[in-house]
């Protein structure tokens, strides 16, 4: 699941990851789109961790909290074009969640075979991308990952609430898959209150299906 911005970030920690961000590309003389990753500690000390220079999975969010289309942007930067503008502020909340297929009651184990039955959220604010449907057979030997279900809304909470609904119109039938995981996810007090940090998981406990609230 990804998200932004983030609960953690303030202006003044996204300024300077900015900058930091900006100097890596310069430093390399890189153009085109990328993507710099770091590690930030409770104190908002922050640390490079990788740059990918390419477009990556948790772009819709990015597009989605500024209003802007990445992949126009990219074909642009490749043509020759100016961009349409520069240092974009966040105007929204979204959120993606990887829709996997994988059984999270079983460690997330890979579930690869033929999904039957395939119905996708919609909605204002709702956006999946994906390149299944009914009838498609899920590859054991590729990427897990077969859908990106994103919401964006006007807060944090407003996001979350429409995910929620969004994630209980998500109908995949046929394999598993990592809807209930990101059910839960949604419902949990210290996700809700944005208390969660790289270790969030290990003590994150997953309701079996007979034991889920309605």
Do not use: W
């Amino acid at each position: 699941m990804e998200e932004a911005p983030s609960p953690f970030m303030t202006d003044e920690l996204r300024q300077r990851m900015g900058d930091a961000a900006i100097k890596a590309g310069k430093s390399i003389n890189y153009e085109g789109v990328g993507t710099v990753e770091f590690l930030v500690d409770k104190n908002r000390d922050f640390y490079f961790m990788e740059m990918n220079t390419r477009i990556q999975v948790e772009h819709p969010v990015t597009e989605e909290v500024i209003d802007h289309d990445l992949i126009k942007e990219q074909i642009k930067v490749a043509a020759g074009i100016k961009i349409s503008g520069e240092n974009y502020i966040p105007t929204m909340h979204a959120m993606e969640c990887r829709i996997n297929a994988e059984d999270p009651y079983n460690n997330f184990r890979p579930s690869p075979g033929t999904i039957k039955s395939f119905h996708s959220a919609k909605g204002h604010g709702v956006r999946v991308d994906t390149h299944v449907y009914a009838g498609y057979t899920v590859s054991p030997y590729y990427d897990s990952m077969i859908a990106k279900l994103i919401c964006k809304a006007q807060t944090r909470e407003e996001c979350i609430k429409k995910m929620q609904r969004a994630l209980d119109e998500f109908i995949v039938e046929g394999i598993k898959t990592t809807v209930p995981f990101h059910q839960q996810l949604m419902r949990n007090e210290k996700f809700k209150a944005g208390d969660f940090h790289t270790g969030f998981l290990n003590d994150f406990e997953l309701e079996e299906p007979d034991k889920k609230k309605k």
